[in-house]
């Protein structure tokens, strides 16, 4: 990072943004990238270019879109939200919800549909993937509706490494999506948003004006660099998401295995749990009636065991019931 080749990027550009602008399009089949601070920016972004004011976008329950960013897909991008069911699998609806939730061209006084966001893998599901099969039908089915779509790929890696693809099978058909660097990855900060040329000029606009122009932003974008050097890897930490769920499960915990890096353990308090689990030294956070463990590039195996030895004597409290 102190040794990054920069410019201004609000001006003439920076090298090493670029670098990494080109790198993450070329990784997901787009046409061109645009470095933002946040993964929050980046949807914002995308909602905002993809909606009039007033029009409808729906995403599954629970999307990163509805819920965890602060209701700005409707105050700053003036959409109208709606969640569409799991009917599909963890994370995903039907291609047939899909159709009949965009339904058809009416009268100028109707509210119109104009967006399908997705997200792959769907956090508050449990790092749950959406296969390239289902990816497809729902990306066809929104397409048939006349429907622009944006991935949340926040996590997407994760979601290739699991099925073994390429990150561009993943992304196939969509108008844009956003990918975060420090989830998983991690780089201290940033996420892109991807989509056309044309699109991506546009996105600058939006950046600058919800204050995400940056100068020197090579410094961080040399983070990001490396950041993706760490992909051949993620299935390593899908790998240690799968010990702590088997030593969770051990010790009498009720969890699904996971699909990815993310577990979601239901219990009967999570509050109690979490201030125990915080006083012998392990973190996570609450999802609704579970807590939340999250395996990365920071945690060796060692430490899986060392988490689970000292959960060990709170197996009582790791219980749904």
């Known amino acids: 990072m102190a040794e990054a080749e920069v410019g201004d990027d609000v001006l003439e550009g920076d090298p090493t943004l670029r670098r990494l602008e080109e790198r993450v399009a070329d990784l997901l089949g787009m046409e061109a990238a645009l470095w933002t601070p946040t993964g929050c920016m980046a949807n914002l972004i ?26 700005t897909g409707a105050w700053l991008a003036g959409g109208m939200p709606e969640a569409l069911p799991w009917d599909g699998g963890p994370g995903r609806p039907k291609s047939e919800t899909v159709t009949a939730a965009a339904g058809r061209p009416g009268p100028y006084y109707n509210l119109r549909t104009a967006l399908l966001c997705l997200e792959n893998t769907h956090n508050f599901a449990g790092g749950a993937v959406i296969p390239k099969a289902e990816h497809d039908a729902l990306v066809a089915a929104a397409k048939a509706s006349n429907l622009k779509v944006h991935l949340d790929g926040a996590r997407v890696w994760h979601a290739a490494a699991a099925l073994g693809l390429p990150l561009r099978d993943l992304t196939a058909g969509v108008d844009s999506v956003q990918v975060c660097l420090s989830k998983g990855l991690g780089a201290p900060m940033g996420s892109l948003v991807c989509g056309t040329k044309p699109f991506i000029e546009d996105a600058k606009r939006a950046r600058k004006m ?49 699909e990815t890096n993310i577990l979601l353990v239901p219990v009967a308090d999570p509050g109690a749990v979490l201030t125990r689990m915080t006083d012998a030294g392990v973190h996570a956070l609450p999802v609704g009636n579970a807590v939340r463990f999250i395996t990365h590039r920071d945690l060796d195996p060692a430490d899986i065991e060392e988490t689970v030895a000292r959960l060990t004597p709170l197996a009582f409290l790791l219980k749904a019931i």
């Open 46 to 71: 995308a909602l905002m270019l993809h909606l009039n004011r007033g029009d409808r976008f729906l995403a599954p329950e629970k999307s990163h879109v509805l819920g965890s960013e602060l209701g």
């Open 210 to 258: 919800l204050g995400g122009g940056v100068r020197q932003g090579g410094v961080v974008g040399a983070a990001g660099l490396v950041a993706l050097d760490y992909i051949p890897r993620i299935h390593e930490d899908h790998a240690k998401a799968w010990r702590l769920a088997e030593g969770l499960r051990e010790l009498g915990a009720e969890l699904p295995m996971p």
